[in-house]
């Protein structure tokens, strides 16, 4: 949508913004300082699958909040989450077979998400799922891809934090 800016329940004075304000958001962060923005999707149902397909769609939210703030402020950097749980109907970060999350497809549908965000100018990515041997796949794809200079950031902290309750609220 356009001119929308939704408050999130658990986080008050915290809203979801369509990308045109996060876009007037992202220039006033960036004027006060602030170099980088975290980005999480609220992701439209009808969008959502076994799979998560959609986190790999070049034409996705999140890809077109990265390409929003980089239109406004290209200075600005721009860290997002990869994991698939916004974009699954079940909620998991990965790919369920008999009701048990697979490892190997859960790194292969990571891998094309966070090559997909790094494709739309993400500056830093940060894979909050719990998949073995992620890390490396991830980085063996962008070095593959020459994104040398893209930054994994670990996610141990969110877990611990008052912040990862609200944060399920705001990706719906």
Same mark, same amino acid.
Not at 26 to 47: C, H, N, Q, R, T
Not at 78 to 94: E, K, N, R, S
Not at 153 to 166: D, I, Q
């Given at each position: ?8 329940? %658990? ?11 996060? &876009?007037?958001?992202?220039?006033? &962060? ?5 170099? /980088?923005?975290?980005? *999480?999707?609220? /992701? ?17 939210? +999140? ?9 406004? /402020? ?12 916004? *974009?699954?109907?079940?909620?998991? @970060? ?9 490892? @190997?497809?859960? +790194? ?31 980085? @063996? &794809?962008?070095?593959?891809? @020459?994104?040398?200079?893209? %930054? +994994?950031?670990?996610? %141990? ?5 008052? *912040?990862?309750?609200? *944060? ?5």
């Amino acid at each position: 949508g356009r001119d929308l800016a939704i408050d999130i329940p %658990s986080m008050p004075g915290v809203q979801r913004l369509s990308t045109d304000l996060l &876009a007037k958001a992202a220039k006033e &962060a960036y004027s006060l300082g602030i170099p /980088v923005i975290a980005l *999480f999707p609220a /992701v439209d149902p009808s969008l959502k699958t076994d799979d998560g397909r959609e986190a790999s769609n070049p034409d996705n939210i +999140i890809c077109k909040a990265i390409k929003a703030i980089k239109d406004a /402020v290209p200075e600005m950097g721009v860290l997002c989450d990869v994991a698939l749980d916004p *974009f699954t109907i079940h909620g998991q @970060d990965g790919i369920l077979e008999k009701n048990y999350v697979v490892n @190997d497809r859960t +790194i292969d549908a990571l891998v094309a998400q966070a090559l997909n965000q790094v494709n739309a100018g993400c500056d830093i990515i940060a894979p909050s799922d719990m998949m073995d041997g992620r890390i490396a796949a991830v980085r @063996d &794809a962008l070095e593959n891809e @020459d994104h040398t200079e893209t %930054s +994994i950031m670990a996610y %141990s902290a969110k877990y611990s934090s008052g *912040f990862y309750g609200p *944060f399920r609220d705001a990706v719906g």
